[in-house]
């Protein structure tokens, strides 16, 4: 199983990105994946997550700004994030569970006041 996170980058406050991650070697229309975001210091939290039937849920802090979203023929998610804020400064990973959590290799986001 791999996962390839991508899109990062450095923005201003109340701009928009887009990242995306590429999930390989699973059947990826059957599970869950997530985007977390950590801080250094600071442990990794849940940011989004869309199930296999594409419901989703966002940690209260993102809700209205950030939408995730997967396409099961490219085997992608997506993480739109709009009214970017410093405070969403971080590195992002995608994840996935199997038979054990996979983790993407982690996507700076940074955002300038």
């Known amino acids: 199983v791999q996962l390839q996170a991508y899109g990062g980058g450095v923005v201003q406050a109340g701009d928009s990105l887009t990242l995306s991650c590429k999930a390989s070697?699973?059947?990826?229309?059957?599970?869950?994946m997530k985007w977390y975001r950590q801080v250094p210091g600071k442990q990794r939290e849940s940011v989004a997550m869309i199930t296999a039937n594409h419901t989703t849920d966002y940690e209260d802090s993102v809700k209205g700004r950030f939408t995730i979203s997967r396409n099961n023929v490219r085997n992608t998610v997506k993480l739109q994030m709009n009214s970017l804020k410093p405070e969403d400064t971080a590195v992002y990973y995608c994840?996935?569970?199997?038979?054990?959590?996979?983790w993407g290799q982690g996507t700076q986001v940074t955002v300038s006041s």
């Open positions: 070697g699973i059947n990826f229309r059957l599970y869950t």
């Open positions: 994840q996935t569970k199997v038979w054990r959590e996979y």
